[in-house]
């Protein structure tokens, strides 16, 4: 597997075809035939195209379930493609596959396969199979018939007969193999792309780069040009996530899957986990990236609010090399506009350590939306006065919003109502919601203070809740 | 012998049309929808389009052979618009070309100029204005007018349900092949083979047995593919017509959300009157259905609905009326529950506020007024087999109301921020078209003289396991095992004029069709084995696959009869025929007996109502339904818990809107929410009503693909109960879907500093 462009897709080696930016799934579908992935919505929100997608790492392959649709080709390249035509058993189902069956879970079929590789990623990748990460990983695939019932009973019964038989001390694979759960070509296969070096891309600073594509390709079907597009080239920013004195780095291409798992990242974020849980779907969080969380500048962000109240700071390579650290504020300048230079990659952010920060996030559906307002707040009392305070809100501004005015209002003082109320005046006079398909404005004004009044709950037990709002 | 459905499906092996291989030289179409509500075609030009590299054709309705016209009930939906556009995203132009972006290009090379008109987007406002499809019908019972004076309580109020996008997984297809003498083949991912090719008859100007249609499976539609998968065949069938070249058409779901037509948004008023008893006397409501700008179906639906105007209740005073709306939608169509959900919300919202206004326990109302053995429904049917009251009781004793209700209150009182909800809802639906004529089937069966049977009816499997039902009956009279059977494709040539699989009625007509032409055979093997085995004809059955003498099993194996059947010429296949009895409806007075029968049940809902974020979860939903003797359990549980979470969805989460110019708002994929995992309640608790056999129905089964979307109602009803227990002062009208938005406006009302209410 050294020559550029080939692909292992289940058990066979095969040379990728159209242009890097273009998605897999239809490459898929019509030139290798494999029509059991389907393709739903095209935009990644009902994981009817769900493939695992294997990337050899410090020697192993690690699999992850993405939606094909956005997944640009030039990603698949050294890499193992993995459908569900390369994880039926020659005969007969395999046990996740024999799980559903028995449980009633197939009605009209068409989300299915997505489902069957969805719990597979789950099976590869979960430490231990405990039915809260199953859910967690088939939180991106929409089933419009069965209502799921079938889908939790199909799980619980998998996870109770699975979980006990995992052995820590043996390859995952290996196990899976063995149980069945997937067939050995596909598993042999994967070991294809294990001694396979990272392909060098130039990168050409005129065009956008596209990290994880989960947004960019999405704003492209809604007609929304993003020019000429090139794929980030893989080792051009850090993908490590690690402590440096009281910072903690975490790499601009660290997926928000990573990010979540990472012990260090959940000990300096503790709120990290629950913010990911609401952020997309895991068929999303295994390809977004925090820097192109970051650098794409949705103003609803869940990451970006996090990172705001945290505040972290970004670190910027010009292709000269030169670095750049800005505080996270700093870098928004306006509606999806970054304080990025030609050429500049965002390589890190840099999160202080040590923080209470808490999350929230209200949006019309509870997973798999965007925000019609999230946000996060840090705090530390001292001498039941709030010594340190910092609130961030997304979906309220043009950009992720740091308020400062209302942070203002609180330091330095008893968390009471008479602050509070003032800090939501403030709070008022500093954000400038609009009315949009997430929601009025006046819907938004009132959801800001509510939040605010849920973070300091979250955060000081003795906030003032409900009865502060009018 | 064979695989199953599900294996296949699970296996990602199941073939939908768009996984299929193209015929050779297959042409892709793409459809030029209007960017208009309303408007008058002031330029269609479409030259520039025509010339473009890949294009081969460029069609408009001067390109129809036959009629312009594919409207089920009323001829009033051109299948390319003439003259007028009357809603965003009407068929204008077809452009073919050698692929499908080349051909989705190409749309923008069409020059349309429309000069537009006022657009009318609200029932009400339709109604105002003498917009409506037929006259307002009324269904009565009874003298309504005479006795408000005689109740204690009367109340009244509103009641507002959305539209519903289907969001079927596989978007509308269709491919059409022309085969010789002008004849076509269309692929269509259709609930109706028969209306696609009726309707493509009709606009190719051919005869019917020119167009066959194939349904192998559907990915989803529930009602969406009824009448709305007619206009994406028929183009194709158009284009495949004019060019010689096959035509295939995949909207891809921005074109799927924004192009067709979504569950009927009611707007209805209701005036309830009960005596101090809490006995409901009278009631009277009136329903506005936004119809959208073409009847479609939208005038059975409304049918549908006065049908269930009074729910799971006997009132012996009702007027119902019902008012069909023209507006400048995309037209409304069918969609799981068929009007009766819309019906069904009104009256459970008119229940609460009488048992508010009583002071007394809501389900003690509900139980007081429910219907009994013998009541007469206000269009004339009279109860029979009523099962009600026993589904009511066995819910609320086997999922103890008492328990839990005491346990809300408890809840309520201590905690200020989370309030809880709990609502009984009983649910009463009637099966059958309401369309008399529909009620009809046919079954063909072939048994070949290896053993193994085919079948064929007018049913089509979409995931609703009409199928496994159908191959059951087929087993069971048989008495052969089941891996013998193979559903074939569900095709115009094979089985004729078949009514859509709808209506809950798939299994019911068809699988009886089934029964009937299984028997055939069966009395012609029984014949021959009581032959070789010289005994009594009366005396032969057949079982476990041997045939059984005097109850014990002979030496005679299904397969060697079946072998020495076609050895002595016996016919080994049969035609059969199904009406449904003793059914029929007289539109004049509004009377008689539509129905084959009801299915009944009750759900008991919890939920949890966030009063500081204003957001809403499901808890838990228990339910005691009745499914008469059910022909396969696993696929009637997955239609209960399927059907109820999409009523929560419609109750709750799904908010479809659109935009002043008659524009879908959440025109992308990202922005339709339906329901999810997360969303769907963890505990949902199915227990089938036993020991309760359906004479009115094959081999003692219910319907019951629609009626548990009922149940989704009570979602509404116990967040009414939780907001009021957030804030008593409030009196919150039944507006659904109560998305979080909505439920912070009530909870902000009417504080104006934080939020006006509207």
């Known amino acids: 597997m050294s020559e550029a462009r080939t692909v292992v897709v289940d058990d066979r080696v095969v040379e990728l075809e159209g242009p890097d930016e273009a998605p897999a799934l239809p490459w898929l579908r019509r030139s290798l035939g494999l029509v059991g992935v389907h393709s739903g919505c095209d935009e990644g929100e009902c994981g009817a195209c769900t493939v695992l997608l294997g990337e050899p790492r410090d020697g192993r392959v690690i699999y992850r379930a993405v939606a094909s649709c956005l997944l640009p080709r030039g990603d698949l390249v050294g890499r193992h493609v993995v459908t569900i035509a390369g994880l039926n058993p020659p005969e007969g189902l395999s046990p996740i596959q024999r799980a559903l069956v028995d449980e009633g879970m197939p009605q009209c079929g068409f989300c299915l396969s997505g489902i069957v590789v969805s719990i597979t990623g789950f099976f590869l990748d979960a430490e231990e199979l405990d039915l809260d990460r199953a859910l967690l990983a088939v939180d991106g695939n929409i089933c419009r018939c069965s209502g799921y019932a079938s889908l939790r009973r199909s799980l619980r019964r998998l996870c109770d007969e699975y979980a006990p038989r995992v052995r820590h001390d043996r390859p995952r694979v290996e196990q899976l193999v063995e149980w069945g759960v997937i067939p050995t070509a596909t598993a042999a296969a994967g070991a294809l792309v294990v001694e396979s070096e990272p392909v060098p891309r130039p990168t050409d600073g005129s065009r956008t780069l596209v990290a994880g594509g989960t947004d960019l390709l999405v704003q492209a079907r809604a007609g929304v040009d993003p020019g000429p597009v090139a794929l980030l080239p893989r080792e051009a920013v850090s993908r490590r996530i690690e402590v440096v004195g009281e910072h903690l780095h975490v790499g601009g291409g660290v997926t928000l899957t990573e990010l979540a798992e990472s012990e260090a990242a959940r000990e300096t974020l503790p709120c990290l986990e629950e913010m990911a849980r609401r952020f997309g779907s895991s068929i999303i969080r295994n390809r977004a990236t925090v820097g192109g969380n970051l650098v794409n500048a949705s103003p609803a962000a869940d990451l970006t609010v996090v990172l705001l109240a945290a505040d972290a700071e970004v670190d910027l390579r010009g292709p000269d090399g030169r670095r750049r650290r800005i505080p996270l504020a700093r870098f928004y300048l306006d509606y999806r506009r970054v304080d990025r230079r030609e050429g500049e990659l965002l390589d890190a952010v840099r999160i202080p350590r040590g923080h209470a920060i808490a999350f929230e996030k209200v949006s019309q559906r509870h997973v798999l939306d965007i925000a019609s307002v999230n946000a996060a707040a840090r705090l530390r009392m001292e001498d039941g006065r709030i010594a340190d305070v910092a609130v961030a809100l997304g979906g309220v501004a043009p950009v992720p919003l740091l308020a400062s005015r209302a942070a203002g209002c609180l330091r330095g003082r008893p968390l009471d109502p008479t602050s509070l109320h003032e800090a939501m005046a403030a709070l008022d006079e500093e954000i400038t919601p609009i009315d949009d398909v997430r929601g009025s404005a006046r819907y938004k004004r009132a959801l800001a203070h509510r939040l605010l009044v849920a973070l300091l709950g979250r955060l000081e037990s003795t906030a003032p809740g409900l009865e502060v709002l009018p | ?758």
């Not at chain 2, 959305?162 to 969001?167: L, N, R, V, Y």
């Not at chain 2, 005491?406 to 078209?433: M, W, Y």
């Not at chain 2, 629609?706 to 979602?715: H, Q, S, T, V």
Request: contains cysteine; charged residues 25%; proline residues 5%.
């Open chain 2, 1 to 758: 012998m064979k695989p199953e459905d599900r294996v296949l499906h699970v296996r990602g092996e199941s073939r939908f049309i768009d996984d299929l291989p193209l015929p050779d030289g297959c042409l892709h179409a793409a459809v030029l929808g209007s960017p208009r509500a309303h408007g008058r075609i002031r330029r269609l030009d479409v030259q520039r389009a025509r010339r473009r590299a890949g294009v081969v054709a460029v069609l408009t309705r001067e390109d129809i052979p036959g009629e312009n016209q594919i409207g089920p009930i009323l001829p009033d939906e051109p299948l390319l618009a003439e003259g007028e556009v009357h809603h965003v995203g009407q068929a204008v132009a077809l452009v073919l070309a050698v692929d499908a972006s080349t051909a989705r290009e190409a749309l923008a090379e069409i020059r349309l100029e429309i000069d537009p008109l006022p657009a009318l987007l609200d029932a009400r406002e339709a109604a105002a204005a003498g917009e409506l499809l037929q006259p307002a019908r009324t269904f009565a019972i009874g003298d309504v007018d005479s006795v408000w004076s005689d109740c204690a309580i009367v109340v009244e109020g509103r009641v507002e349900t959305g539209a519903q996008e289907h969001f079927y997984l596989e978007t509308q297809c269709a491919t059409a092949e022309p085969r010789e003498d002008g004849t076509l083949h269309i692929l269509s991912s259709t609930q109706s083979p028969t209306g696609v090719q009726r309707q493509t008859a009709r606009v190719l100007g051919l005869p019917m047995h020119a167009i066959e249609v194939d349904v192998r499976r559907l990915g989803g539609a529930f009602g969406g593919k009824e009448d709305q998968a007619t206009p994406w065949a028929a183009l194709c069938a158009l284009g495949a017509h004019v060019t010689g070249r096959s035509v295939h058409l995949s909207l891809d779901r921005r074109e799927d959300l924004s192009f067709t037509g979504k569950r009927h948004p009611y707007s209805s008023d209701y005036r309830l009157g009960l005596d101090d008893e809490g006995r409901m006397l009278a009631y009277e409501v009136t329903f506005y259905q936004n119809a959208g700008a073409s009847a479609d179906l939208s005038t059975a639906i409304l049918e549908r609905s006065l049908f269930h105007a009074t729910g799971s209740y006997h009132v012996p005073h009702v007027r119902a009326t019902g008012l069909s709306c023209r507006t400048h939608l995309p037209p409304f169509t069918a969609f799981r529950g068929f009007g009766g959900p819309q019906a069904t919300a009104v009256i459970e919202a008119a229940v609460d506020r009488a048992a508010r206004r009583l002071g007394r326990p809501r389900h003690e109302l509900q139980r007081r007024n429910l219907l009994d053995e013998g009541d007469v429904f206000p269009f004339g049917m009279v109860a029979e087999e009523c099962r009600a009251r026993r589904c009511f009781d066995e819910a609320v004793a086997r999922h103890e109301l008492a328990g839990r209700w005491q346990a809300v209150e408890e809840h309520n009182r201590e905690d200020p921020q989370f309030k809880k909800g709990l609502a009984v809802t009983p649910i009463c639906f009637g099966i059958s078209f309401t369309n008399t004529s529909l009620n009809q089937a046919r079954a063909l069966v072939h048994l070949y003289h290896d053993g193994s049977v085919a079948v064929s009816t007018g049913a089509v499997e979409m995931g609703q396991g009409v199928g496994r039902k159908i191959a059951l009956v087929a087993a069971r009279t048989l008495g052969v095992d089941e891996e013998r059977v193979r559903i074939v494709t569900t095709n115009t040539s094979r089985v004729a004029n078949t009514s859509p699989t709808a209506a809950s009625t798939g299994a019911d007509m068809n699988g009886a069709a089934t029964r009937l032409a299984c028997l055939q055979i069966l009395e012609r093997l029984r014949g021959l084995a009581a032959r070789l085995l010289d005994a009594p004809v009366e005396e032969i059955e057949i079982r476990d696959d041997v045939v059984h003498l005097r109850g014990e099993r002979s030496e005679l194996g299904f397969e060697e009869l079946v072998s020495r059947a076609f050895l002595e010429r016996v016919d080994l296949s049969a035609h059969a025929h199904f009406a449904t009895p003793d059914i029929g409806f007289d539109r004049r007075s509004e009377q008689g007996r539509p129905f084959a029968y009801h299915v009944y049940g009750t759900a008991l809902t919890e939920v949890t109502l966030d009063a500081l974020r204003g957001v809403a979860t499901v808890d838990r939903v228990s339910i005691v339904h009745d499914v008469g003797r059910s022909l396969d359990l696993l696929t009637d549980r997955g239609q209960v818990e399927g059907a109820l979470v999409q009523g929560l969805g419609w109750m709750l989460l799904e908010d479809i809107r659109y935009d002043e110019d008659g524009r879908l708002v959440h025109a992308d994929p990202s922005r339709a929410k339906v329901p999810d995992l997360h969303f769907a309640p963890d505990a949902i608790e199915v227990h089938f009503l036993e020991d309760a056999d359906n004479p009115r129905a094959v081999l003692s089964s219910k319907a019951v693909g629609e009626p548990p979307f009922l149940y989704g109602i009570g979602a509404g009803i116990a967040l009414l109960d939780a907001l009021r227990a957030a804030r008593p002062d409030l009196e919150p009208a039944l507006e659904a879907p109560l998305t979080p938005e909505r439920l912070l406006q009530h909870l902000c009302t009417p504080v104006t500093e934080e939020m006006d209410s509207r």
